[in-house]
């Protein structure tokens, strides 16, 4: 999401937030999941074996933490996410990512629907501007309905 035809608007930010949150979870030798969309050689947008497959350096998975490929929206359609998570006995996820009001936002439902706690944390959400609206009133009304109805809405620094 940094550059291409999906490129966010605050990626600069949002990869610090993530990495952050990432280093904080690694200290405490906590579970983690990466999520990355998976599609067919050729395709436009996350062209697989090009940069725009890649997940950023500073939050590539380490041997140990678990990575789902996923073809849809939500990160539990079609994958082993689900059944993860509950190996793990943990109730919590704590969502990061882009897009705010597609990824994000279907994941954050779906967890919520399968009775996870949803934590998203504010500043590691990101989005691209779309016609109509940028991407900074995309994230902020994403994020008010998520934190309406299927979870929390708070900052990095807050979660534990």
Known sequence: YATGHLETSNVAST???ISTLLEKYRAASAPLVHIVHETPT???????????AKEFAEVEPTPSEKV???????????????????????????????????????????????GYDVVIAEEAVGDRDIPGAS?????????KELGDAFGTVVKAESIK
């Open 15 to 17: 990869r610090k937030a």
């Open 42 to 52: 050729g395709a436009p947008v996350f062209t697989p074996a090009t940069d725009l």
């Open 68 to 114: 789902l490929g996923k073809q849809h929206p939500g990160a539990f359609t079609g994958t082993e996410l689900d059944g993860y998570l509950k190996s793990t006995g943990r109730s919590k996820v704590v969502l990061v990512g882009y897009m705010a009001h597609v990824c994000v936002s279907t994941t954050a439902r779906q967890a919520a629907e399968k």
């Open 135 to 143: 991407a900074a009133d995309i994230v902020a009304m994403t994020l």
